[in-house]
């Protein structure tokens, strides 16, 4: 399936034009620090594949009071949340056990939001899949009195179930995948998760920095759009009917996502740079750096430059210029989701424009 430009953008600006008088949330998409990102290294985040809690404590202290100029650690995380919000972490565990975030992560994103005045019992593990993130172990991480939830049972090919999910939120779109009945409205509309249309006000948004193959990454946007909805498989059923770059940011800009999203934490410890997403173990690395921003296309714009600088060091092309003849890669890989995304107001895009702030600990 290919898309002039043209096409592409008009479908995009007039989808942004629908939702603009509903997205006037002050922390929601892209939030109060558009262009700013975060970027804190440290070379003892890892050793011998384990992460150092005490050093993933230390780079998310400083990367959270350098995004938000905060005087402390409970300062900066009351600029998202607060007592008498109910907050959603969303995870990503389709990396595996291997690549998906770590309990130092998890544990120091969730003292944050206690520190800021929200009780254990008003915070939410989120997954889409239940046994996608029980095989991660994630399951293992969450502590006593946090909540753990998810929308649906396990990942299948039929993606039209409506248990888990909001009928009456949802992103409808004339993509169908091939055999679901393209006269039935189920299938054009992908429908946002309960948890985060009903159950939750605020979400912390935690991906990991990976290729992709018919996205190019995964990292903000994607953790959203194909993390929150149903039906997405019909964006990439095959390399032909691949449509990324128009269903990411028309998800992410439905109201109730870019309203209620409002912090991202990019875990780039570990991070995969081939085969995504699920990347096999010759493709990732330890990068080291975790990212932190309010926008996730200044944060994706980043994370991209961050793969295909990987994938030039070992060789490769970059993500866009990935052909389906690649064993590991069965798309045409589609980065430009980001720039789109931009289109609909959703971040900042122009590397000129952005505020990039590397720190060490």
């Not at 953008?9 to 002050?26: C, E, G, I, Q, Y």
């Not at 593990?125 to 649906?152: D, M, S």
């Not at 991202?264 to 570990?270: E, Q, R, S």
């Not at 980043?302 to 993500?319: F, N, T």
């Amino acid at each position: 399936m290919i898309y002039s430009r043209r096409e592409v953008m008009s479908t995009l600006l007039a989808t942004a034009a629908a939702h603009a008088a509903a997205s006037d949330s002050k922390l929601g998409i892209p939030g109060p620090f558009p262009g700013r990102v975060v970027a804190v290294n440290s070379e003892n985040s890892i050793i011998s594949g384990q992460y150092q809690p005490e050093i993933i404590r230390n780079m998310m202290h400083k990367g959270m009071l350098s995004l938000t100029g905060a005087p402390g650690w409970p300062d900066a995380w009351r600029m998202f949340v607060q007592k008498g919000d109910v907050v959603a972490i969303k995870v990503c565990p389709v990396g595996g056990a291997k690549l998906s975030s770590d309990p130092a992560v998890l544990h120091t994103i969730i003292d944050g939001i206690k520190q800021a005045g929200v009780p254990e019992r008003d915070i939410v593990v989120f997954n889409r899949y239940r046994q996608e993130t029980f095989a991660a172990g994630i399951n293992k991480w969450v502590p006593e009195g946090v909540r753990l939830a998810w929308a649906a049972e396990r990942y299948e090919t039929w993606q039209l179930g409506m248990e888990g999910y909001d009928p009456d939120v949802y992103m409808e779109m004339a993509l169908v995948k091939p055999g679901d009945n393209p006269n039935d409205v189920h299938s054009r509309r992908s429908y946002v998760a309960q948890v985060i249309s009903k159950q939750v006000n605020k979400v912390i948004n935690l991906p990991v920095v990976k290729s992709h193959q018919s996205a190019g990454v995964t990292l903000c946007l994607k953790n959203m759009s194909h993390g929150m909805v149903n039906n997405v498989n019909r964006s990439h059923i095959n390399r032909e009917l691949n449509a990324c770059n128009l269903f990411i940011p028309a998800v992410v800009d439905l109201p109730v996502i870019r309203q209620k999203v409002v912090l991202h934490v990019l875990d780039g410890v570990k991070a995969g740079y081939n085969g995504g997403p699920g990347t096999p173990p010759q493709f990732r690395w330890e990068h080291k750096t975790m990212y932190f921003g309010t926008d996730p296309v200044a944060l994706d714009k980043i994370g991209w430059q961050v793969v295909d600088a990987k994938r030039k060091q070992e060789g490769l092309p970059p993500v866009a210029e990935t052909g389906p003849d690649d064993r590991f890669n069965h798309y045409w890989g589609q980065p430009q989701h980001i720039e789109l995304a931009s289109k609909l107001g959703l971040g900042v895009f122009d590397d000129a424009k952005l505020d990039v702030r590397r720190l060490s600990v």
